[in-house]
């Protein structure tokens, strides 16, 4: 059984970087393709991006296009979301879980397993 966990989060200024990270345990890693999921107080969650499982594919929400950065590594079984240029609507609990992505991607959440509990990211002055 595939467990995720997610770190990294933290309080940062406007225009500031964060690298979330969402470690693996468990069997077949270098199989799956995994997303990143974010959801904001009082608002339902919604994508960020995903990545194949070889790393050499992704894809990402058009709200973070250009900042966000999402990448593999096999051999540690980890997967980042690298965070640039943050602003306070990136505030959010961000996720990452097991599922699909290719060029059709949309980020149905029934889609996806074995969820991380999450990494608070608050983006503040």
């Known amino acids: 059984q595939l467990q995720l966990v997610e770190s990294g989060g933290g309080l940062v200024q406007p225009g500031g970087s964060l690298r979330l990270s969402c470690v693996a345990s468990?069997?077949?890693?270098?199989?799956?393709?995994f997303g990143w999921f974010r959801q904001a107080p009082g608002k339902e969650r919604e994508g960020v991006g995903c990545i194949s499982s070889i790393g050499t594919f992704t894809k990402y929400a058009d709200f973070v296009k250009g900042r966000f950065t999402i990448s593999k590594n096999n051999a540690e079984n980890t997967v980042y979301l690298q965070m640039n240029d943050l602003k306070p609507e990136d505030t959010a609990v961000y996720y990452c879980?097991?599922?699909?992505?290719?060029?059709?991607?949309?980020?149905?959440?029934?889609?996806?397993?074995?969820w991380g509990q999450g990494t608070q990211v608050t983006v503040s002055s």
């Open positions: 879980a097991r599922g699909p992505c290719n060029y059709q991607w949309a980020p149905i959440e029934i889609e996806y397993h074995n």
């Open positions: 468990g069997s077949r890693f270098d199989y799956y393709a």
